[in-house]
């Protein structure tokens, strides 16, 4: 019984945290989705172009996470799933830059475990939070979203360029919609959370 409540005290923190920071799942949706427009609006950019663009938003997203989890850790108990996510996203960045001679389907298998790693990850961290919050749907939603992009990636590695172009482009339209959706349920789970906080007077 007491290894239950302490369970619950820990999601419920994880929630608290993520609703305190809703700004960073929209920004990195915003981000997402401007990544998408760029592949959507280009569609004569080469696939290598393409991927080291991915690097940088890869990048970009992984330091957001990790900004957001250093920023809060003294007031999280449980940090390895956005840490470890963060982390993933700058590593696979940092070496799309890096390796600069490696073929544009090295740099895909980068990217589809990246993406199956982090939509991994969103889905476990969507179990946990449905005990505390209704908005972990967009999470499993946009988790799910990136493990099937991943498989997608790792199926069709030989597909001609503008599948791959086209496929890339709309996975971060959909993965970006899905983060914005969390977002805005997670701002109204922080206004919720401030309101039960606020003290009540007897009349």
């Not at 239950?4 to 799942?25: G, K, N, P």
């Amino acid at each position: 019984m007491a290894e239950l409540v302490v369970e619950e005290v820990v999601v419920e923190d994880i929630a608290s945290t993520m609703a305190r920071y809703w700004w960073v799942f929209l920004l990195r949706g915003l981000l997402a989705i401007a990544f998408g427009v760029i592949a959507f609006t280009y569609p004569g950019i080469t696939l290598a172009v393409l991927v080291i663009f991915f690097g940088a938003y890869a990048l970009v997203d992984g330091a957001f996470i990790i900004g957001a989890t250093l920023a809060n850790w003294r007031h999280m108990e449980n940090h390895w799933l956005p840490m470890l996510q963060g982390i993933l996203g700058v590593f696979v960045g940092v070496l799309t830059f890096r390796l600069p001679a490696v073929t544009a389907l090295g740099l895909l298998i980068y990217i589809a475990a990246w993406s199956l790693a982090t939509g991994a990850l969103e889905i476990v961290a969507a179990i946990e939070l449905r005990k505390v919050m209704k908005g972990e749907l967009w999470l499993l939603l946009s988790g799910i979203c990136s493990v099937i992009f991943a498989f997608l990636l790792m199926l069709n590695p030989f597909a001609a360029a503008i599948g791959l172009l086209w496929l890339i482009a709309v996975w971060a339209v959909v993965f970006g919609v899905l983060l914005i959706g969390l977002s805005f349920k997670l701002l109204r789970h922080s206004g919720a959370l401030h309101q039960s906080q606020k003290p009540s007077f007897a009349t």
